[in-house]
């Protein structure tokens, strides 16, 4: 059914408790409850959730992942149609685009120290269109596809934030293999549940100054075990900023010299 497919229906869904679904000639075919398994299977949205019961919290990597196959009419819906889900408010201004799905990342940071959010890729396609793009946050929930199984790791929660300088957020930055000056990799307070709380997720950056990175790779995410890293910067948190090419290479700063 398209129903399981609509952007704003995502909230309808996990809203209330509970629901009863008609098909086309307005018979009834089940409940929210009775359904739940099938429903799950269908959306992928833990059987727990639909029913409002007691379970783990979920991470936003895993929370996006319930929409990464729904479509809207406008493209800012995709952005807006998840303000209930992330207990965001934020004015919808229709005609942004794109930019709706930024600003509601911009939001969850500011009320959340949870570092899945950067954990999505992009597929192989999508890269071959665009090689030389690269971006801190996502362009769409489309790009967390099988994040469905990223949870936070227990321990010290870092901040972060935007500066004028970029995201500025404490990782442990390792260098990647083959060593290069200018390749790394920075790695998030997240894993897998498959590969559990010793194992974190990295992305992949490259150094464009003494603390400042933009993300590249966007099509793969590390996994690597604890301890990261070689013995002289295993598990040593640094303070750095990740920018977007685009303020990074083309801004004020290549007439102002600031």
Known sequence: S???TRGWTLQELIAPDSAIFFNKEWSDFGTKSSLAENIASITNIPVQVL?????PQYSVAQVMSWAAKRQTTRVEDLGYCLLGLFGVNMPMIYGEGRKAFLRLQHE???????????AWTKSQDVWI?????????????????????IVR???QEC???LSNKGLRIQLVVTHSVPHSDESFT???NC??????????LGINLRKISHDQYVRVGLWSIERSPLPLGDDSDAGKMTTIYIADPETSFVGISNWTGN
């Open 159 to 161: 901040e972060f934030f």
């Open 153 to 155: 790791t227990t321990g």
């Open 129 to 149: 269109l665009r090689c030389f793009s690269s971006s801190t946050f996502a362009e769409s929930p489309a790009d967390f596809f099988g994040c469905g199984t």
């Open 2 to 4: 398209r129903w399981f």
């Open 51 to 55: 029913l409002h019961q007691r379970g």
């Open 191 to 200: 894993t897998t549940l498959a590969d559990g709380p010793g194992h974190r």
């Open 108 to 118: 969850i940071i500011k009320g959340s120290t949870d570092q899945s959010l950067f």
């Open 186 to 188: 920075g790695y998030l």
